[in-house]
């Protein structure tokens, strides 16, 4: 069996979808490189690359909040990431289990796991 | 109850998850536009648009495997919007009912629901 082809853009990143393995849960959509993925595969937790911050970096390393890789998938194009986590704590930086814990209305639907004041 | 802020990039595009509502499967990523995701909202089925052919589409026009929206969300950083779909036939056009129906390593995991040369 081969890797799958993949298409990164022209800026050398590809969007990765993480995923509760468990609860099916989608917590975050972020960046990843090759080097980020190959460090994923490597290790076995996510890596993505922050484009704002413009350095790869190991999801929960400041917060313990890791993501142990289940398993990676690729869409049908090669251009899309999905890595089944289990997840550590919660995934997003504002305490909630998820990144989505709102609707585009602005209605709050997202469980808060910690508190973000006892952990950054 | 105001919409929340959404930070479309400098091609104003923002990345859409689909995520089959009831199986929690994600289905796809690809990417919306303001005029996509009005669209979307307005008619309670899952627009995008499309980078490579410019311009916007309804998911399900051509097959007739539509996504009739549960619930759209937004991530914490408003960059990435989570559609929540109730899905009919596959959201792959290979056939599958996931378009992440491979591990990265190239072994197909997902499960195909038709037969692509029925439907195209």
Chains 1, 2 share one sequence.
Do not use: N
């Not at 989608?26 to 960046?31: D, H, I, N, R």
């Not at 790869?56 to 400041?62: C, E, N, Q, R």
């Amino acid at each position: 069996m081969t890797d799958v082809a993949l298409a990164f853009d022209e800026q050398e990143y590809i969007p990765a979808v993480a995923q509760d393995a468990d609860s099916g849960e989608v917590l975050m959509l972020a960046y990843v490189t090759e080097e980020a993925l190959e460090r994923t595969r490597e290790t076995g937790y996510a890596h993505y690359y922050s484009r704002s911050r413009d350095e790869l970096w190991k999801k929960g390393a400041t917060s313990g909040h890791t993501q142990a890789i289940e398993e990676v998938r690729v869409d049908c194009d090669g251009d899309a990431l999905l890595y089944l986590v289990e997840q550590s704590g919660g995934a997003c930086h504002t305490g909630y289990e998820s990144c989505f814990y709102r609707t585009v209305d602005g209605e709050e639907v997202g469980e808060q796991v910690f508190d973000p004041d006892d952990v950054y």
